[in-house]
């Protein structure tokens, strides 16, 4: 099992001029050392327009930012949309290329199609057909990496025979993934040979069910790039305390922030009937999670919030539900101190970490 | 923490319905129309909107005109203006005017669920390329919409959020939540055109339509439900919330 970390960068009001850079330079310190203790990845996501929950647009550049002050992590588009009003495949292509450069061949690339009305309304792109541009915009990308020349014509793009430069460093390509948020899209993923980018706090019993149907479906694929990652990803809140109570306490604050925050949206279901999103995906879990059964003292089912041997139990049971790899929000709209976040990082590596893969990171 | 509502509740306290208590018993309203647009509208509505509740991101506004051809008071048609918010975590409509068909309805309304309803003529009508509504007071035509070019959509597709009224009980202000159940029967979405909208007679004078988002038009069976929770005005409702029952 991989850990990594994830970022949606989140900045609470009251803004000021240093309340982003704040949460920027936070992130960036945090990044590096994720690096020397042997964590896996970094991702980070785009998002636009939401307020407090994301400001992060760009994540390319902040990619970019943490590749240069690490040597070893690796870094994630988490995801970059598939949606030609918010990005042309060709730029997308180019930038992930030049990262993959940058980087040294560290990229990894998320895809996704945005689920919130607030974005998607703020580009002018139709909810109705962001499933069929990234499944376009997704079969193009490994051949605009690896062709010499490339031409195209599609339903929501085109181009002329062209080379597109530069190409990615790591041969064939990066690894390719889908966010995966709303039930079914991991088979989605499974059928184009892509890794299952799980984006919910799903409980366990779940999860087992999804997973399975996913490995059996990828058996099956036509993959759209030149291989198949069958890798299963999920996010989770990490707050590694010796302190189990205050792990709790202090975890489950953070969740609640986060939660809360990702509640504000509007998501696309809400306001625009289509089937294109025929569930809430992520939000109504959130607000269970916020609201619910779950939102007791305990921390919820699996969240890696506790002290290590809770942690550590947590993880044993999503590496047995065959999870590959575990990306954490460390913090949400700084509710931790930057100090603290990061000293469950050094405490999670020291006394979690050589509890998976054979104590090697 | 996301946005609060700004509404100074001394400004309309005056003018809130009164409910004599919250026992209120729920209504059957089966094969329920109900014709539902949505639209953004320029910042500044925060004001008419309770300090309880987070104001949506943008702002926007839905429409919602249903027509009960059955109820315990008979066949009536409601017509409503909702300021969407948050309450919370849960996405509400804050209810900022309504206009009812029937005197005996406007008066049920009023009292058993805290509409600011206030009398009117509605009409609802089907075409075969749109389904129109037009609401009528004092011989004006304060609102007209339609939704446009239908198509038939899954029930499931549409999700209705539930309402949230402001009301004086006992005296004292409290929001009440509404929220009723739906099965529904046949379900259409299409385009949104609001050709006509005074904001002065929904109590929404701040409200500027901006971008339409969308139209849908249901067949359904509904109710209006016994009152569940009530929410102090003025404090966030993760702690200002009681549950009634």
Known sequence: ?361 | MPLFGELELGTIAGGLPAMRDLDTEAWELPKAEILQLSCEVADGTRVLLPRALHPAIPEYVTFVVTRYPESPVGSFDLAQVRLMARAGVHPRGYVLGAVASSPSAVGALRERWGYPVVPGEITLRRYHDRVAAMVRRDGRTILELALVDPEIVSGGDLQYIHGVTLVRVDGAAQLIQVDPHYTLHQASRGRADVSRFEPGAWNAALVELTTPISASVSTCDTDLPRIRFVMDPETPVVRGTRKVR
């Open chain 1, 1 to 361: 099992m991989k850990f990594g970390l994830f970022y949606e960068l989140s900045v609470p009001r009251p803004w000021t001029r240093e309340s982003e850079r704040t949460v920027y330079d936070n992130a960036l310190e945090q990044v590096r050392l994720a690096d020397e203790l042997g964590f896996d990845q970094v991702w980070a996501v785009e998002h636009h327009f939401l307020e407090e929950y994301s400001h992060c647009p760009a994540p390319e550049l902040f990619l970019t930012a943490c590749a240069m002050v690490t040597k070893r992590i690796r870094v994630g588009f988490g995801i970059v949309v598939c949606v030609p009003e918010f990005n042309h495949p060709i730029k997308i292509a180019e930038r992930t290329a030049v990262l993959d450069i940058l980087s040294g061949g560290r990229v990894e690339v998320g895809t996704g199609r945005s689920a919130t009305w607030t974005e998607l309304a703020g580009f002018n792109a139709s909810p109705d057909v962001t499933k069929k541009s990234w499944d376009e915009f997704v079969r193009c990308l490994p051949r605009m990496w690896t062709s010499e020349k490339f031409e195209f014509e599609g339903e929501f793009w085109s181009m002329p025979r062209r080379t597109i430069l530069p190409k990615v460093y790591q041969r064939p390509h990066p690894p390719m993934w889908v966010a995966v948020t709303s039930p079914g899209t991991e088979l989605d993923a499974a059928d184009r040979g892509l890794g299952s980018l799980g984006l919910t706090f799903g409980q366990f019993a779940e999860q087992d069910k999804r997973i399975a149907e996913y490995r059996r479906r990828i058996q099956l694929c036509e993959p759209v790039g030149e291989f198949v990652n069958d890798q299963v990803s999920t996010v989770n809140f990490l707050y590694c305390h010796e302190d189990d109570a205050v792990a709790l306490k202090t975890g489950r604050q953070m969740a609640n922030h986060f939660n809360y925050l990702a509640a504000q949206l509007i998501s696309v279901r809400e306001t625009y009937p289509s089937k294109s999103y025929p569930s809430l995906g992520l939000l109504p879990q959130l607000r269970r999670q916020a609201t619910g059964p779950d939102a007791s003292e305990q921390a919820g089912e699996g969240l890696c919030l506790g002290g290590p041997e809770r942690i550590t139990r947590a993880l044993k049971r999503w590496e047995a539900c065959g999870v590959d790899r575990v990306n954490f929000l460390v913090n949400t709209a700084e509710s931790i101190p930057q100090a603290e976040v990061l000293a469950s990082l050094r405490l999670f590596a020291r006394e979690v970490m050589p509890a998976f893969n054979g104590g090697k990171s």
